[in-house]
């Protein structure tokens, strides 16, 4: 049965429910007229909209973070869907809406998550690595259990940190049953450890940005700065763990042009890199297909070098 929401519309269908406004823009026409384009969201997914001639009260009423009624219909713009707004309004208290129903969340609920992160910490046996670890997830344990993992592309949803995070380590785990001389803990705390900058590089849940320290520093120099103090405090900032560690996050998206400082130079820290990838990946591409009937092609995907995938016909 087909899912309802704005993530499986199809163009050329009617619109007419409750939306979250993510981001607004402004524009002119060629003709000197104003308009908006509202990026705008429900629990399924988001689409890009068009408010046309566009006055100074709709500047006003329509900004980021509220919610509206929207009625229109769903064309396609440069081989993308695209809803032309036909009327709109803010909501009202008597429509009983609430922005946590228009945001994604993870398929896996929080309890559960924190379950196999614990799982994991207790499967470590070097005790370095474990008392870093334990440290991290006991100073952000809330934030890491609700942050997304980034503002677009992979685990951009509710708990999508936390649910990478542990999607990481369980394909770390059969690759230890593979390759069982890779060091499982080293590994363990790579991946727990790999994108806790998000929590201070990114601005929150629900409209998803960039703060200023993400935008200067990016999460990868403040996680290797935050691991340096939360040595010195633990008293191992001279144990060879702590740099290998620092190594393994300085060094997890692989190369320089990807925002790598330095390539993996550690067994670890290139598994790492490996994992990371393949998990971002399939995230989004089973997203897509999700969304993409039997015989169609998703649209195309910026971060999937901007490819289109096909979605076959005959079942497993």
């Known amino acids: 049965m087909q899912q309802k929401g704005i993530g499986y519309a199809n163009v050329g269908e009617a619109i007419d429910s409750f939306m979250l406004i993510k981001e607004v823009t402004k524009g002119v026409t060629s003709g000197g007229k104003p308009f908006l384009t509202l990026i705008l969201r429900d629990a399924t997914g988001e689409i890009?909209?068009?408010?046309?001639?566009?006055?100074k009260e709709d500047e006003a009423l329509f900004t980021p973070e509220k919610i509206i009624k929207v009625s229109g219909e769903i064309n396609q713009f440069r081989g993308k869907p695209q809803l032309k707004i036909l009327a709109v309004r803010p909501s009202q208290p008597t429509d009983d809406v609430h922005v946590s129903?228009?945001?994604?969340?993870?398929?896996?609920?929080?309890d559960a998550l924190q379950e196999k992160l614990t799982e994991a910490i207790?499967?470590?046996?070097?005790?370095?690595?474990?008392?870093?670890?334990?440290a991290f997830?006991?100073?952000?344990?809330?934030?890491?259990?609700?942050?997304?993992a980034a503002t677009k592309n992979h685990h951009e949803y509710v708990s999508g940190l936390a649910h990478h995070i542990v999607s990481m380590l369980a394909i770390a785990r059969e690759l230890h049953q593979l390759y069982p001389d890779l060091n499982r803990d080293l590994l363990y705390a790579g991946i727990i450890l790999h994108d806790l900058g998000k929590l201070k590089e990114?601005?929150?849940?629900?409209?998803?940005?960039?703060?200023?320290e993400g935008k200067l520093l990016g999460h990868i120099p403040m996680m290797i700065e935050e691991i340096g103090i939360m040595a010195r405090e633990l008293q191992v900032e001279e144990k060879e763990e702590v740099l290998i560690l620092q190594h393994m996050i300085l060094s997890h998206h692989g190369k320089a042009e990807w925002g790598s400082p330095k390539p993996p130079?550690?067994?670890?820290?290139?598994?790492?890199?490996?994992?990371?990838?393949m998990d971002a990946k399939l995230n989004m591409l089973n997203r897509a297909l999700d969304k993409t009937k039997p015989g169609e092609f998703t649209?195309?995907?910026?971060?999937m070098d901007n490819r289109a995938f096909y979605k076959p016909l005959f079942e497993e």
């Open 101 to 110: 129903d228009f945001v994604e969340k993870a398929p896996v609920n929080k």
């Open 265 to 277: 130079l550690v067994r670890e820290a290139e598994v790492l890199h490996l994992i990371d990838l």
């Open 137 to 148: 997830i006991k100073k952000y344990q809330e934030d890491l259990l609700v942050y997304p």
């Open 202 to 212: 990114l601005s929150g849940m629900v409209t998803t940005s960039y703060t200023i």
């Open 122 to 134: 207790f499967e470590m046996k070097n005790p370095t690595l474990q008392r870093i670890v334990r």
């Open 48 to 55: 890009d909209a068009k408010l046309w001639d566009a006055t």
């Open 299 to 303: 649209e195309r995907m910026f971060a």
